[in-house]
């Protein structure tokens, strides 16, 4: 019997290619021919490369779409019609029974020669408010995802549907003591977890190592900074451990943390909120993104899951003392986050998704 197709894409930051990260397995048991389709230097050809280098990747010409001035604007409409014509070529070639798509610029592209070539286009949306690239891709998708109840008023009801988070299965099976390990560190500290998403945070990097001869007093450090923001001095600092970046060590790093720092990126705070860990969010301002991060940090907030720290608000005082609220509130936040809802298996996924394709 001839194998499905379907071809993922999605890409910009690890938040636009999780999903597809989570799902593969699954997609592979049930037997589908799996193409991904992303950028040529993005962050995507790396973690599916990595990851599954099995799988057919398709690198296609890709250009970022600005709500700002940029004389760039002018020169990335070309790769983005170019990006859309290799596509074209790949869909065809591949003719697969649908695509799924996770939302990034270089999504734009492959959704639009999704649609002209008669093949069912899934969109997965992760934030409070669509992005600018899901906003482009409504129009040429069959069904839309939202992982939020609040984001189906922003969404077309007749083609919308909230799915709730999805997590990694591998998430949960990290272990602690590999955590330890991994780290150098005995377990006799409890262990503060920073991340500043996958590219890095200047402003939560400088928090914690304007801070960190106080944060040692109390913790051993596992600090992810962002890949060429490691600090050299700093690698034989006795309970720290930086990480530029992480793939297959951090469902053992999460397990091993016992309060979590990070922006508020969807994915990342929902694999949080599944595996129950207090978190101190330090979201995006509205100067750098379209406040996505605000918003679900926000609500992450309102359920009293996470505390938030604008910003606009980070010192070295402000930071500690945000920092000593969720510790002192750690307990609490937890038996808050017992309650939430469990988020869907990939599993489950999978099916929402190919219930769509040809």
Known sequence: MKKKTIVLTGGGTAGHVSLNQAIIPTLEKESFEIHYIGSKDGIELELIRDAFPHIKYHAISSGKLRRYASVKNFTDPLRVGKGFLESLLIIRKVKPAVIFSKGGFVSVPVVMAGKLSSVPVVVHESDVTPGLANKLAMPFAKHIFSVFPETLKHLPSEKS??????????????????????????????????????????????????????????????????????????????????????????????????????????????????????????????????????????????????????????????????????????????????????????????????????
């Open 161 to 358: 549907s909230c799915s709730g988070s999805i997590i990694r299965s591998e998430l949960f099976e990290g272990k602690k003591e590999v955590g330890y390990r991994i780290c150098g560190f005995s377990g006799l500290k409890p262990v503060l977890l920073i991340m500043g998403g996958s590219q890095g945070s200047a402003i939560v990097n400088e928090a914690i190592r304007s801070n960190l001869p106080k944060l040692l007093e109390s913790y051993d450090v596992i600090h992810l900074c962002g890949k060429g923001k490691a600090d050299e001095a700093l690698y034989a600092v006795s309970g720290y451990k930086q990480f530029e970046y992480v793939t297959t060590e951090l469902p053992d790093l999460l397990h091993a943390a016992n309060v979590i720092v990070s922006r508020a990126g969807s994915n990342s705070i929902f694999e949080f909120l599944a595996l129950r860990k207090p978190m101190l969010l330090i979201p995006l301002s509205k100067i750098q993104s379209r406040g996505d991060q605000l918003l679900n940090a926000q609500i992450f907030e309102k359920q009293g899951w996470a505390s938030v720290l604008e910003e606009e608000a980070v010192n070295p005082t402000s930071f500690l003392n945000a920092l000593k609220d969720v510790a002192n509130r750690a307990e609490h936040m937890r038996l808050l986050m017992e309650s939430s809802e469990l988020p869907k298996t990939p599993d489950e996924m999978v099916k929402l998704i190919t219930s769509f394709a040809k």
